[in-house]
């Protein structure tokens, strides 16, 4: 089992940058595939990255809105993963959580049901 606590978000103005942290409990951290999801208001959470467990494999949602702005990496020494949000746009703002699966197989992984554990989500909010 793993706890996920997720950490970064906070009030930033349009074009600025965030850098999201997921830090994870236990040992076994790096077995881990790790994903990022949102949910903006009144809406339903959908599907932001997602890293392998070695950290060699990405995938982005396919939104243009999320490719080439948004960059997920792992640190398995640090039990960490981390979203790099940069060129922030008001339809970026949402709350940010991070989600884990306890697989080393290659999959996409947009789902949420694809994910065993779930933090709790930091707030991201962009102004215009």
């Known amino acids: 089992q793993v706890q996920l606590v997720e950490s970064g978000g906070g009030l930033v103005q349009a074009g600025g940058s965030l850098r999201l942290s997921c830090a994870a409990s236990?040992?076994?951290?790096?077995?881990?595939?790790m994903g990022w999801f949102r949910q903006p208001p009144g809406k339903e959470r959908e599907f932001v990255a997602r890293?392998?467990?070695?950290?060699?494999?990405?995938?982005?949602a396919d939104s243009d809105s999320v490719k080439g702005r948004f960059t997920i990496s792992r640190d398995n020494a640090k039990n960490t993963v981390y979203l790099q949000m940069n060129s922030l746009k008001p339809e970026d703002t949402a709350v940010y959580h991070c989600?884990?699966?306890?697989?080393?197989?290659?999959?996409?992984?947009?789902?949420?049901?694809?994910?065993?554990?779930w933090g709790q989500g930091t707030q991201v909010t962009v102004s215009s």
């Open positions: 989600a884990a699966r306890r697989t080393k197989t290659i999959a996409t992984r947009t789902t949420p049901r694809e994910y065993d554990y």
């Open positions: 236990g040992r076994t951290f790096s077995v881990y595939a």
């Open positions: 890293i392998s467990w070695s950290g060699g494999s990405t995938y982005y």
